[in-house]
């Protein structure tokens, strides 16, 4: 079974191996030194740059589908409406099952599927076992997908703030001279990662749900879950080579921005975000959010009501807008 | 599809069950605890794991396992979603002894009040 894991993770390993590996080389060109702990952890974080950055196109789609949810608002509160008060979980699953029709009438889904976080996995367990495995491939002076015998020899020996990039928190505790600063950066990267999801989930929650999800079934459940999983995670991440706790700090604040900028700029309708940016634009002497046309048409109507040459002109400035 | 014409019990039956009984408590645990992690972002009903667990339920390991996989491809950010039933089988169950995931995949949908309500606006 492990070999068969083994096998479908090879090619990952090796596409993220050579890119580790195209990077560092890229870093040692312009000056760095190829030993340093930072050139290795530089190549770490401009491999979730890669990654993510090619993962923007999803994202892109998933903004533009949430901003076609406002053509849907009439549709969905009337369903909504058709299910007040039916709590019960046959009546909430027919009521997820009309809004997916719904959503595929319309041809757009704000959901975004499993898709963008099923594709990081592989690349995620291929760093892992990358990583994981320097120690003992550079006892064997073997070299690691793309990676040659010397990449994981300096690798393995490279450090930042005096801890080995290969080192484990639970390694380095069992080995009877336990370094301190491994231990220190791991505690620290385990914090900030952790921190970093918590508050992703919480901005979410917060912020980005509609009263009606934040009263639906799933979420007692996730409240449950917001407070388990950096616990998991922090349990999960004393396990973890200090690169990989790297990675996925790294991938963790990017998702935290990213989470930050939609919520603030392409909020979920009827959520405390969206309340928040119409004030925001309101102050700005703008519309609110998505309604853009429907405001000109209602700015009109009170121009032309009083018709006054005054306000002519106020209407031409709003357009230019 | 043509019905068994009883459910399928007895040793050998529970034999032959264990790898899709072992499959299916393992999809339990993951919408336990894994979905609720990842949330609400699957494009179709039912959910993909819901799908899974129903299918693997239904025709077993291999049929259960290649429909699955197929559906998880199917959903991905450039798909409509909508509503997707895994295709009938063959099993039947006792009287009452129907699995959960069976109902809560296929909920009554009500009809609209939308003809009623157009009635009453015009």
């Known amino acids: 079974m492990t070999n068969f894991f083994d096998l479908l ?51 892109v789609k998933q903004i533009k589908a949430q901003r076609a949810m406002q053509a849907l608002q009439p549709d969905l509160r009337k369903l909504q409406a ?31 599927s499993c898709l963008p976080m099923l594709v990081q996995m592989p690349f995620f367990f291929a760093l892992f076992t990358v990583l994981n495995n320097a120690s003992k491939a550079s006892a064997n002076n073997d070299g690691v997908g793309a990676l ?11 450090s930042i703030f005096g801890a080995r990039l290969s080192d484990t928190f639970l390694n380095t505790l069992n080995s009877g001279s336990p370094s301190a600063a491994v231990i220190i950066v791991a505690v620290v990267m385990i914090l900030a990662m952790t921190a970093s999801q918590f508050i992703t ?34 349990i999960g991440g004393i ?47 703008l519309p609110p959010f998505g309604q853009k046309k429907v405001d000109e048409a209602a700015a009109e109507a009170v121009v032309e009501a009083p018709k006054t040459q005054r306000v002519q002109p106020q209407r031409k400035n709003r357009k230019k807008k | 599809m ?3 014409s009883k459910p399928r019990t007895g040793l050998i039956w529970f034999l032959i069950d264990i790898p899709r009984n072992l499959i299916i ?34 025709h077993g390991v291999i049929k259960g396992i290649g429909l699955t996989i197929w559906r998880v491809l ?10 997707d039933y895994v295709p009938d089988g063959r099993r039947i169950w006792p009287e009452g002894k129907t699995p959960k995931i069976m109902v809560m995949n296929h909920p009554p949908i009500p009809a609209d009040e939308d003809a009623a309500d157009a009635a009453r606006g015009a």
Not at chain 1, 204 to 229: C, D, R
Not at chain 1, 256 to 266: A, C, K, T
Not at chain 2, 74 to 83: A, D, E, Y
């Open chain 1, 82 to 112: 058709k299910y007040k008060g039916k709590k019960d979980q046959l009546s909430q699953q027919a009521m997820i099952a009309e809004q997916r029709q719904l959503f595929k009438k319309h041809k757009t889904n704000p959901l975004s």
């Open chain 2, 74 to 83: 199917r959903c991905n950010p450039f798909s409509h979603g909508g509503i």
């Open chain 1, 201 to 234: 989930q919480k901005q979410i929650m917060s912020k980005n749900m509609t009263k009606e999800a934040l009263e639906g079934p799933f979420m007692q459940q996730q409240k449950i879950m917001l407070y388990i999983l950096p616990l998991v995670f922090g």
């Open chain 1, 239 to 285: 396990n973890f080579p200090i690169g990989v706790l790297i990675y996925w700090t790294a991938t963790n604040l990017w998702t935290l921005g990213q989470q930050f900028y939609v919520i603030r700029n392409n909020p979920t309708p009827g959520s405390e975000a969206e309340r928040e940016l119409n004030v925001r634009r309101a102050a700005k002497g």
């Open chain 2, 25 to 58: 408590g393992f999809l339990m645990v993951y919408r336990k605890i894994v979905s609720p992690i990842y949330g609400d972002v699957c494009r179709y009903f039912p959910s993909c794991s819901a799908y899974g667990l129903e299918a693997v339920t239904v």
């Open chain 1, 9 to 59: 993770l090879s090619p990952f390993r090796y596409v993220v191996s050579w890119i580790l590996m195209a990077f560092h080389e890229l870093f040692t060109r312009i000056g760095l030194d190829p030993n340093s702990g930072w050139t290795w952890a530089l190549s770490i974080i401009f491999l979730v740059l890669l990654i993510r950055t090619a993962l923007i196109p999803v994202f």
């Open chain 2, 2 to 4: 043509k019905k068994d």
């Open chain 1, 148 to 158: 040659s015998a010397d990449h994981i020899r300096s690798f393995d020996a490279s």
